[in-house]
């Protein structure tokens, strides 16, 4: 039998520890690293689909290859001479820039950014900008900041206020809620902002139900209360807050009165929100991605950062907002090429479709790795269209996704088991390995030794000039100096000495004047009028309606908020079950359409309509569809439901801005 201390590398929040076992008679299992500093031996069910994958009857084992509608075997050989020959043809026809490389991430390991390395080398290709995820309030806490930082989780249990906003650990963030019981267990008080009743409701002591996409506002509403009773901790704002004067005026605006009809939040509600931020101190907001996945989300983060910035709730223990990491990057080498040795043609990822579908020169060649563009883009109909106009695509992937069913050539990739790669994650302070325990199987290969080889078939081996293992020597290189190597990391994870226990806490924030940035140049030059605003293009015309759940008529033809979260047990599109659509609406809403538990309904945008099974539940919005992320035989997703829009920053894409119709399903 073999034993490894290993690592998860899906891109969550807790990246966990893993201790893997593999024997001939008993096969690959995965429990818990009891001895890993955070996740403390728990893990998910989404560690055991992956150990299952390994050898699962859906595993991709060889090359495919398109003939005749269907995918017949190849061999490596094969494989190699036929992409080598198709990226020389697109860049001796239309240049670089006609081969489009999509890429995400589905794998966090460093040694799978090799595959942009490879692309960078051909001079720069066509590849998406922005994120599909977080980059809306990722840029804002850049503006705000000068960095995305956090504390260590532990700081969690020192803050007196807790506030979850728009994030439910107890499913997305499971290794934190032992730290926010402790915190509860010591007298702090744990609030959840949502517009459904999560999970982790059941150990807060106050539950706040906003209407969907309006939770800048509903912090815009605290400030202007705040600032109203002058409840701001003027010292640490003399010193470390500028712009708060055209911040004032923003907030002015969003007098109690107005903030309830558009967010639901009764003025004493407000009120009692305001107070318990600005004098019940430290404040920690744990924030969550869906409520910055609309088209105002960069702003919300930023009206968020703004009620620690006027309360004096940062750089202090138990203080301050957790939303992403920075400190990885800083102190790694990375394995992507330096931009000014390449030039490639970027299209923002809401729009990358309707881009690529009238790109000049056209795109010849598509290459996917890390992701599953056909399910996990919006305008996923659109897509397809686009997706079956290009001349050749490829997909990198351990099954055969949608994304690969729909392409030419299909390559099997390593498992998280089958090699070593370095996890750094951009929420977590700890550095892991995931180790390879078992051969790789079949004939799956690992995509650094893929673009090992296509690079040195192109004449590219100078840049390409290490094995996996120099590799990652190569990107440890600079942590020596704390004695952290590749040898170190293989007996198991470690803390990195470079993440403070307390983000800020020396105060000196990298923006232009030093400063939190309540208002910002940088900003204003690059976004304009939508600084400071979280009423935005869609949520703006959303929250206007009138919100009352009596009066259908004058909420358009789509009058029902749209959310599509992740579901508990899966990732994206990983681990999801060709089971159909499950949609969840209030008792309310159920009675308007006749509807009951078990019932199947037709979800209808203006984009796109799917049937799903119903379940009715209090925890709903009473004008809200929840429909998780799901999928079908047919390779259908939510995300046909959903255009392309822009978020206020960052290039994301606003998920969650359609609004929708229901009906009835009554055919057998």
């Known amino acids: 039998m073999t034993v490894l201390r290993s690592a998860c590398p899906l891109n969550c929040p807790d990246s966990c520890g893993f201790v893997v076992e593999y024997s001939e008679d008993k096969g690959l299992q995965v429990r818990g690293d009891k001895e890993h500093p955070l996740t403390k031996g728990i893990v998910c069910s989404k560690a055991q689909a992956q150990a299952q994958r390994v050898f699962s009857a859906e595993r991709l084992r060889f090359p495919l290859l398109r003939d005749r509608g269907g995918l017949r075997r190849i061999s490596w050989a094969e494989a190699n001479t036929l992409l080598t020959d198709k990226i020389k043809e697109t860049l001796e026809e239309v240049g670089s820039w006609g081969i489009l490389h999509h890429y995400d991430y589905g794998h966090n390991g460093k040694l799978r950014e090799l595959d942009r390395r490879f692309f960078q080398a051909l001079g720069g290709v066509t590849e998406p900008r922005g994120s599909m995820c977080w980059g809306a309030g990722y840029r804002a806490q850049e503006i705000d900041f000068g960095g995305v930082l956090a504390g260590d989780w532990t700081q969690v249990s020192q803050a007196r206020v807790i506030i979850l906003w728009g994030r439910d650990p107890a499913v997305t963030n499971l290794h934190m809620v032992p730290l926010l019981l402790e915190a509860k267990k010591v007298g702090a008080k744990i609030v959840v902002i949502n517009p459904v009743r999560v999970k982790s409701a059941d150990f807060a002591q106050d539950y706040v139900q906003v209407h969907p996409g309006s939770d800048g506002v509903l912090a815009m509403g605290i400030a202007h209360i705040i600032l109203r009773e002058g409840w701001l901790d003027w010292d640490f704002v003399r010193r470390s807050v500028h712009g708060l004067e055209a911040f004032a005026l923003r907030a002015k605006e969003y007098n109690p009165e107005r903030v309830a009809m558009l967010t639901g939040i009764p003025v004493e509600k407000q009120e009692e929100l305001a107070q318990t931020i600005s004098r019940t101190r430290p404040v920690t907001i744990l924030a969550g991605y869906g409520l910055q996945r609309y088209s105002g989300g960069g702003n919300t983060l930023r009206a968020i950062d703004a009620l620690l910035a006027l309360t004096g709730n940062l750089g202090q223990p138990g203080a301050g907002i957790h939303y992403g990491y920075q400190y990885h990057s800083r102190h790694l080498n990375k394995v992507t090429m330096d931009p000014q040795d390449y030039q490639s043609r970027t299209f923002p990822h809401p729009f990358l479709a309707e881009e690529i579908s009238k790109a ?46 729909h392409s030419d050539l299909v390559l099997p990739v390593t498992t998280a088991f089958e090699d070593e790669d370095l996890i750094a994650t951009s929420w977590s302070p700890i550095l892991q390995l995931t180790r390879k325990i078992v051969e790789p199987r079949y004939e799956a290969r690992s995509e650094a030794v893929i673009f090992t080889e296509l690079a040195q078939r192109l004449g590219l081996e100078e840049v390409f000039p290490y094995t996996p293992e120099q590799w990652l020597e190569y990107v440890l290189a600079p942590l020596a100096e704390y004695g952290i190597t590749l040898e170190s990391l293989r007996k198991g994870p470690l803390r990195t000495p470079y993440i403070p226990e307390v983000a800020w806490q020396d105060l000196q ?160």
């Not at 790795?369 to 997706?387: F, G, H, I």
């Open 360 to 405: 000049d020169p056209p795109v010849r060649l598509a290459v996917v790795t890390r992701s599953n563009p056909l399910v996990q883009q919006p305008n996923s109909l659109l897509w397809r269209e686009v997706w079956r106009k290009i001349p050749f695509k490829v997909t990198f992937d351990i099954t055969l996704t949608e994304t690969a069913r």
């Open 509 to 668: 924030f990298k923006t232009p004047s030093g400063k939190i940035e309540l208002a910002s140049e940088i900003a204003l030059a690059e976004y304009g009028d939508a600084v400071a605003d979280p009423l935005l293009e869609g949520s703006r015309d959303a929250l206007n309606m009138n919100l009352e759940f009596t009066k259908t008529p004058s909420q358009g033809e789509y009058p029902w908020y749209l959310i599509t979260p992740h579901p508990h047990h899966a990732l994206h599109s990983q681990f999801q079950e060709a089971e159909g659509f499950r949609l969840y609406i209030h008792p309310q809403l159920a009675e308007k359409y006749y509807l009951s538990t078990g019932d199947r309904a037709l979800v209808e945008t203006e984009h796109g309509q799917l049937l799903a099974w119903v379940s009715v539940s209090e925890d709903i919005h009473p004008q809200t569809v929840v429909l998780p992320e799901g999928g079908t035989e047919e390779g259908w997703g939510v995300n046909q439901l959903l255009a392309g829009k822009a978020s206020d920053f960052g290039e994301s894409t606003p998920y969650y801005e359609a609004r929708c119709q229901l009906r009835k399903w009554l055919v057998d």
